[in-house]
């Protein structure tokens, strides 16, 4: 299916191309006169629309060209009013692939255009696609906007009868087919943009016969053409680093290259401002520019020519820039400042380039000579000034070099002076601040020397006195083990006694006993407690105080505990020690004789003696025997 209608195109373009093509051009007729009318040729910017739009100009027509692009339509009004003399012809801008532009565009155009006579539909499309309104774009291109400009301009159209309709429709209507539930929308299919160009002609003749009905009798009449063989816009199409479609036998395609050309330009024999002839050679670095205005000029230029013609067109300009520069500079500016002679060759030969649509990337002077030896000459002259020059500095440079080393050597000295004093000066910061650091560690290691020895002391003080509380611990520990002994034998004496006299007499003994171990023990505790304080006295006075604390503790604890007995254990311990020292003075005394009275005895005396023995005790111990209760049942039995 699809390849028989890619034939029933072909074959159609084949027929219409002979019978409307190939004929002979009708003869020329007179050209109406339109003054005073107003047409309006929608795509008028170019093709088919700015033909029509030309003649109407031609036969003084008012001509609105409602065309979409604003810079073709602008132009295309400009060249119409310059080939035609009319100055009536304007541009109004009118997007037919959108309904609102269409109904903004008939809004203005009643506004500011009091008359319509002729309305001529041309503008149309033949690319697929979908509008913003959602048809398929060659169709409401094509016939909806149209359709719709149509009936918005129909009043003014019979307020300014007779006026006349013209729709361009095309022989493809003949390949239409309309269906209704598919109207406007895209089709599919491979030949379907052809499919829906020949639909939107279809639309057009149905369009134009059907208002030309109505219109009966309005003198508003409606007509539809074929425009005969012709291949739309003749606008040219540029395409730079991409593609585009070209048909065979039909598109005309040229090329043009947009490398960058190398070109040497050489200008020879050509007087200065000065009359010295100069031969110059520049290199220039050009390109066509892909700007699309600019391209299109170059194209228009350089069409159908091959890179040696651009290069010829190109070197022409630059060699006749650079000639006229030549006249106008000294042999000295254009040979010390090559650089600025360049530049001054680029900026006034670059806007007749730049007409052209090419583009100087550089401009550089490659060569300049003479052959009258006037460059030689100057360089002479220069040679010998510098030479001359050279000897005067060689002079003044061996007289500065002299006082500049006089000056240097007395620079040296001072110099050397301040850096010798600024050296003393640092070695003594040096050494006094090498001073103020020895003492300071010298400080800070007494300091920790102390505090070391101070720490240790410290520490010995307190292994000490943890050794001493360990030997109050023992010494507690022992005197409990004795006492808990002294229990136990007091025990077995009470039940091993039968008569209450001998075993009180044999508990007391024992209790005596008992008492005097203690004593001894605690005695001998206490001097190795009195040594052992004696010994850590250098290292802890406070070990010391705990100590005798302790031991005045344990004493106090003692004598609370064993009350009486306690004090009778201290009174029998210190009877021998005051016995000693009674008996001292009798130490040496061989013999002792007692007298007694005449009423006396010697059992008076002797009792007598023993009475005075408890105030003795008293005064020497403050120990009251009295009131022990030994003592006291000893006085009764006495009694």
């Given at each position: 299916m699809g390849w028989a209608l890619l034939a029933v195109?072909?074959?159609?373009?084949?027929?219409?191309?002979?019978?409307?093509g190939l004929r002979l051009a009708p003869r020329p007729r007179a050209r109406p006169e339109l003054r005073g009318r107003t047409a309006i040729v929608t795509g008028g910017s170019s093709g088919i629309g700015a033909a029509t739009a030309l003649e109407l100009a031609r036969c003084g027509a008012r001509v609105i060209l409602a065309t979409r692009s604003a810079r073709r339509g602008e132009a295309a009004a400009s060249r119409i009013r310059r080939e035609t003399g009319n100055n009536e012809v304007l541009f109004m801008h009118l997007d037919l692939a959108s309904l609102r532009s269409v109904r903004a565009f008939a809004s203005t155009f009643l506004r500011q255009e009091p008359q319509l006579h002729l309305l001529i539909n041309n503008a149309g499309v033949s690319a697929g696609g979908t509008t913003e309104d959602g048809f398929s774009?060659?169709?409401?291109?094509?016939?909806?906007g149209h359709f719709l400009l149509t009936q918005l301009l129909l009043e003014r159209l019979r307020s300014c009868a007779p006026s006349r309709v013209v729709i361009v429709a095309s022989s493809a209507h003949c390949a239409g087919r309309l269906r209704p539930e598919r109207l406007g929308r895209p089709p599919s299919g491979l030949f379907?943009?052809?499919?829906?160009?020949?639909?939107?002609?279809?639309?057009?003749?149905?369009?134009?016969?059907?208002?030309?009905?109505?219109?009966?009798?309005?003198q508003v009449t409606c007509y539809a053409v074929h425009p005969g063989g012709c291949c739309g816009s003749d606008e040219k199409q540029y395409v730079y680093g991409g593609w585009a479609w070209a048909w065979w036998c039909i598109t005309d395609t040229q090329r043009v290259s947009l490398e960058v050309l190398t070109i040497l330009c050489r200008c020879e024999n050509v007087e200065?401002?000065?009359?010295?002839?100069?031969?110059?050679?520049g290199v220039a670095q050009v390109k066509i520019m892909t700007e699309k205005e600019l391209l299109a000029v170059a194209c228009e230029q350089f069409l159908g020519k091959n890179v040696q013609d651009v290069k010829n067109v190109v070197l022409q300009t630059l060699e006749g820039h650079l000639r006229s520069i030549l006249g106008t500079l000294t042999v000295e500016q254009i040979y010390q400042d090559r650089?600025?002679?360049?530049?001054?060759?680029?900026?006034?030969?670059?806007?007749?380039?730049?007409?052209?649509?090419?583009?100087?990337?550089s401009f550089t002077i490659k060569d300049v000579y003479d052959k009258v030896d006037y460059l030689s000459s100057l360089g002479k002259t220069q040679i010998a000034a510098v030479q001359r020059d050279a000897d005067i500095g060689v002079a003044e440079a061996e007289r500065d070099a002299g006082i500049r080393e006089a000056e240097c050597k007395k620079e040296m000295l001072n110099i050397k002076f301040m850096a010798d004093t600024k050296i003393a000066d640092s070695k003594r910061a040096f050494e006094l601040q090498k001073a103020a650091f020895t003492e300071e560690v010298n400080m800070k290691t007494a300091e920790a020397q102390l505090a070391y020895e101070l720490q240790s002391a410290r520490e010995q003080q307190k292994i000490r006195q943890?050794?001493?509380e360990i030997e109050v611990v023992e010494r507690k520990k022992q005197i409990e083990v004795e006492e808990k002994e002294v229990l136990r034998m007091e025990k077995e004496l009470t039940a091993s006694v039968k008569q209450p006299a001998e075993a009180e007499a044999y508990r007391i003994q024992q209790i005596a006993e008992g008492e005097k171990v203690k004593q001894i023990l605690l005695a001998q505790a206490e001097a190795e407690k009195i040594r052992k304080i004696g010994e850590a006295e250098a290292f802890v006075i406070e070990a010391v105080g705990m100590a005798e604390a302790e031991g005045l503790k344990l004493k106090a604890e003692a004598l609370q505990k064993y009350g009486e007995a306690?004090?009778?254990?201290?009174?029998?311990?210190?009877?021998?020690?005051?016995?000693?020292?009674?008996?001292?003075?009798?130490s040496k005394v061989d013999e002792i004789v007692i007298l007694s009275g005449e009423k006396g005895s010697t059992m008076s005396d002797v009792n007598r003696l023993l009475a005075e023995i408890p105030n003795s005790v008293r005064a020497i111990t403050g120990v009251d025997l009295t009131k022990l209760p030994l003592f006291q049942k000893a006085t009764e039995a006495k009694e």
């Open positions: 195109g072909l074959l159609l373009a084949l027929y219409t191309l002979l019978r409307h774009l060659p169709f409401q291109v094509n016939h909806l379907s943009a052809f499919q829906d160009y020949c639909d939107s002609k279809l639309a057009n003749v149905l369009h134009a016969r059907e208002l030309a009905t109505r219109e009966q009798g309005t200065t401002s000065e009359g010295v002839p100069l031969y110059v050679t650089d600025q002679f360049a530049k001054l060759v680029r900026e006034v030969a670059a806007p007749d380039v730049g007409r052209m649509g090419i583009e100087i990337l943890e050794e001493i306690a004090q009778l254990a201290l009174v029998l311990d210190a009877l021998p020690e005051i016995a000693a020292k009674v008996s001292a003075p009798l």
